[in-house]
């Protein structure tokens, strides 16, 4: 099946963002922020709540006006070229909304026609999307009736109609369970792999950055950092130690105070530890001779490797340092 007919090459820049800038009133909800996404590639926004994200993604596909900046899509100007660049966008908001009262296969039917899709072309075509994100078995259930996962997945299905470059997916899987989560990523793995599409994707989950080619980590506004996932955790200074044992906030609170600590952040049931490089033994010994002194009990103290979720950690700590410190 060709979700995509095209012959890009894979260096393609199809979405390019040049300091683009959206201020609503005093608030500037987007500040300068670049980014360019090629085709085949997925390319994470992330970051917290009211950090951009969705701004970001609505000045793209020219749902919003531009303060300043520039955005072309597959080349096309967004605010000079409208129609043209938004031809090349499939666009999943975050709030997505479907007609609860139509079946699965009128809901495709009406984006596919509100997308200009040919009346020959459109049912093959809603078939093939249909059977692409599992909903082939489901075309006369009521949207209404389908499960939140299975939602996202016909609002996928619904912004792939037109066959775009581009696809612009706004947190598709918050609120989605875990396994449809996987299905989900498999999903855009597959489009961007065979396809080549371009995707830009945001997220506030670090385990679905991850799984992005590049990464813009995004707060207030701006892109403070960006790179491989490979590469912002080979930036991260100092070694991850990870503590389990009990009780967790009083480890947690011995280990602030240990000399040469960064910071110690809970992931569940253990701490991660961001030490200085060089001083891991002794802070290891240090760390579980105090424990034992003030009642507590480590049960495993090992070195790992650091998650995006510690570089993201630390590069808001270091913000804040930074902060103060000019203060
Ligand atoms: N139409 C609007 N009018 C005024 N302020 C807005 C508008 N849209 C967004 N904002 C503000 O802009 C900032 C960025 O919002 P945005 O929705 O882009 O963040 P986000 O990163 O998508 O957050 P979330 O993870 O909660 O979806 C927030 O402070 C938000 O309150
Ligand atoms: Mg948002």
Not at 191 to 200: G, K, P, S, V, Y
Not at 204 to 218: G, K, Q, T, V, W
Not at 220 to 234: C, D, M
Not at 246 to 255: H, M, N, S, T, V
Request: a neutral charge; hydrophobic letters at 40%.
């Amino acid at each position: 099946m060709c979700i995509l007919e095209s012959n890009l090459r894979p260096s393609t820049v199809l979405i390019q963002a040049i300091e683009i800038t959206k201020r609503f009133g005093e608030l500037c909800a987007v500040d300068q922020v670049s980014l360019t996404v090629n085709c085949g590639e997925i390319v994470g926004l992330v970051g917290a709540d009211g950090a951009g994200k969705t701004t970001t993604l609505r000045l793209i596909c020219g749902a919003l006006k531009l303060d300043a900046g520039q955005i072309r899509i597959g080349g096309y100007d967004i605010q000079q070229q409208t129609e043209e660049a938004r031809a090349q966008i499939g666009y999943l908001p975050q709030r997505f909304s479907l007609y609860e009262e139509l079946t699965v296969m009128e809901n495709i039917r009406f984006f596919a026609e509100a997308r200009g899709v040919q009346r020959e072309e459109w049912l093959p075509r809603c078939l093939d999307i249909l059977k692409f994100v599992g909903l082939a078995a489901f075309t006369e259930r009521l949207a209404g009736k389908l499960s939140g996962g299975m939602k996202q997945k016909l609002g996928l299905a619904a912004a792939l109609v037109h066959s775009p470059k581009v696809l612009l997916l706004d947190e598709p899987t918050t609120g989605v369970d875990p396994v449809t989560r996987q299905d989900f990523w498999q999903l855009i793995i597959r489009l961007a792999a065979q396809e080549q599409t371009a995707i830009l994707v945001s997220t506030p989950y670090m385990d679905e950055a991850s799984r992005c080619h590049r990464i813009h980590f995004m707060r207030e506004g701006k892109i403070f950092i960006e790179g491989t996932p490979a590469n912002l955790k080979a930036s991260l200074s100092g070694s991850i130690l990870e503590v389990r044992g009990e009780p967790l906030p009083l480890l947690r609170q011995l280990a602030l105070e240990e000399p040469g600590v960064l910071n110690a952040q809970r992931f569940g049931d253990r701490l991660h530890l961001r030490v200085i490089a060089g001083k891991s033994t002794e802070i290891s010994a240090a760390l579980q001779k105090r424990a034992k002194q003030a009642g507590g009990k480590i049960t495993a103290l090992h070195w790992v490797e650091a998650q995006l979720e510690d570089v993201f950690i630390a590069l808001l700590e270091d913000e804040r340092r930074g902060r103060s410190h000019s203060r």
